[in-house]
Structure formats: structure tokens, C-alpha cells
Nanobody, 115 residues
Framework: QVQLVESGGGLVQPGGSLRLSCAAS????????MGWYRQGPGKQRELVAV???????NYADSVKGRFTISRDNAKNTVYLQMNSLKPEDTAVYHC?????????WGQGTQVTVSS
């Protein structure tokens, strides 16, 4: 089993920045792809960004150039640096990890972008 705990969400004004963290614990050996997904009010969960164990990344078009995903394998932690935030980025952000064909999710952290 892998446990994922997110942190770093909150309320921010449009144009502001936040940094989300997701710490993995438990059976963390050979965790592969990690990433961030979000679910806005009345919307389906969608991919935000993913990163492989080797550091290759992929982003949703809506966040390219504004968000950066990174990973510290020694700390078993993945980060999401979010800049130039927009009201449409408001959502619950969930961390996701894959290991030996199993998928694990964190509980999520709320990000609200509002003036």
C-alpha cells in the first residue's frame, strides 16, 4: 500500500502562486508515474501534470507555461508549483501514484483562486 498526503492548498488572488506538495509513504519502492489531477465544482476530475520516475513530464494544455511539476525521489515527494493562477484553476487537487499496476490517490487539497 502507498499513502499519499497533499498539502499547500489555500485561497489566493488571481495572478498569485501556490506550491502543492504530495508526500508518499508505505510501500514506496518502485513508485512509477506520479501526478496531479484536479476536480473543479461540477466538473469531472482532469489531469493537470504527471512526471515519471526519470523526470519526464506532461501537462494539460490549460496549465502549460504556468504550472511546473517536480519530484524528489529521495524524499518520496512530488510538487506542483502553480503561478499566474486563474479563477478557473479553483478545484480540489489530488495526488496520484502508480506502482506495479496499482493506482493510489491522496485525499486532496483545496485550491481557491478568488479576489
Amino acid at each position: 500500500q502507498v499513502q499519499l498526503v497533499e498539502s499547500g492548498g489555500g485561497l489566493v488572488q488571481p495572478g498569485g502562486s501556490l506550491r502543492l506538495s504530495c508526500a508518499a509513504s508505505g510501500s514506496i519502492f518502485s513508485i512509477g508515474l506520479m501526478g496531479w489531477y484536479r476536480q473543479g465544482p461540477g466538473k469531472q476530475r482532469e489531469l493537470v501534470a504527471v512526471i515519471t520516475s526519470g523526470g519526464s513530464t506532461n501537462y494539460a494544455d490549460s496549465v502549460k507555461g504556468r504550472f511546473t511539476i517536480s519530484r524528489d525521489n529521495a524524499k518520496n515527494t512530488v510538487y506542483l508549483q502553480m503561478n499566474s493562477l486563474k479563477p478557473e484553476d479553483t478545484a480540489v487537487y489530488h495526488c496520484r501514484a502508480g506502482r506495479f499496476g496499482n493506482v493510489y490517490w491522496g485525499q486532496g487539497t483545496q485550491v481557491t483562486v478568488s479576489s
